[in-house]
């Protein structure tokens, strides 16, 4: 059976283990969902490790692709792209400025979709107009209904256009052309502990979130990871920083001259 990862803000508590549920286990209505399923191998190693960390390692499933716009002056664009593939669809309000589409597709399970559904958003010339994060393993979305922190509005359905589904060809990722580090530096692993603790004023958020990605990335921890803590420490300070920009930060970042590592096995 397949089950998705279920949370009520974009980050976990530290040591909070994920939740694992179907639709109709859940005590309570959720504000984010993971973007692909997992099944029961996938469930399985999540289980075993408290954690979604190494699930790129494994098949995810999914009959929707998501996309997911945050500015506002890329909606008219994106819709007319989606529009052309005369599939079946959904299109919500995100409660912000944003929009959401739900693109009815073949249901697939393979390590391969994240990056294929990757693939296929950049084949049709919209890679640059949204949120292309969610694209992997353990992302996340808000769920329809849920309640934006910042506006108090809803995820609602605005309108629903009735077609076939979407056939997404599979898409194997490119290996990695640079040094895979398994394990990471240990030293670099503590100064990353050390400075996930650190509060910073205004004016000094920058350059710390660039640090804690250089040590996170000698640690051994994979960009994407880097992410979710950057989302984490970002959500301590005082005021934090909206979401948008740390994303942009990140990718910033990514762009950079940083030597990328692989996941480490190490518990953080």
């Given at each position: 059976m397949i089950k998705h990862e279920w949370r009520m803000t974009p980050w976990r508590?530290?040591?909070?283990?994920?939740?694992?549920?179907?639709?109709?286990?859940?005590?309570c209505l959720y504000t984010f969902r993971s973007v692909y399923g997992y099944p029961e191998k996938t469930q399985e190693y999540i289980a075993a490790t408290g954690a979604v960390r190494g699930v790129k390692n494994f098949p995810v499933q999914s009959s929707?692709?998501?996309?997911?716009?945050?500015?506002?002056?890329?909606?008219?664009?994106?819709?007319?792209?989606?529009?052309?593939?005369?599939?079946?669809?959904?299109?919500?309000?995100?409660?912000n400025r944003g929009a959401h589409w739900h693109i009815d597709t073949a249901n697939i399970c393979h390590n391969w979709l994240p990056n294929s559904h990757l693939e296929f958003v950049r084949s049709i010339g919209i890679l640059n107009l949204i949120d292309d994060t969610i694209y992997r393993h353990h992302s996340i979305i808000r769920c329809p209904g849920a309640v934006h922190s910042k506006t108090g509005k809803i995820k609602k359905l605005t309108s629903r256009v009735e077609g076939p589904v979407?056939?997404?060809?599979?898409?194997?990722?490119k290996e990695q052309a640079y040094e895979i580090i398994e394990e990471g530096d240990p030293e670099a692993l503590l100064d990353f502990q050390r400075n996930l603790l650190q509060f910073r004023g205004e004016g000094k958020r920058h350059g710390h979130m660039f640090i804690l990605f250089q040590s996170g990335i000698r640690a051994g921890l994979s960009s994407d990871e880097v992410l979710e803590y950057l989302?984490?420490?970002?959500?301590?300070?005082?005021?934090?920083?909206?979401?948008?920009?740390?994303?942009?930060?990140?990718?910033g970042f990514c762009g950079g001259q940083i030597k990328k590592t692989s996941t480490t096995n190490r518990t953080l």
């Open positions: 508590k530290e040591k909070e283990p994920p939740l694992i549920a179907t639709y109709d286990e859940l005590d929707t692709l998501y996309i997911d716009v945050d500015e506002e002056e890329n909606i008219e664009e994106v819709q007319k792209a989606i529009d052309n593939l005369g599939a079946g669809y959904s299109r919500y309000d995100t409660g979407l056939e997404i060809p599979l898409v194997k990722p989302y984490w420490w970002n959500s301590r300070q005082n005021p934090s920083h909206k979401e948008e920009a740390v994303l942009k930060k990140w990718k």
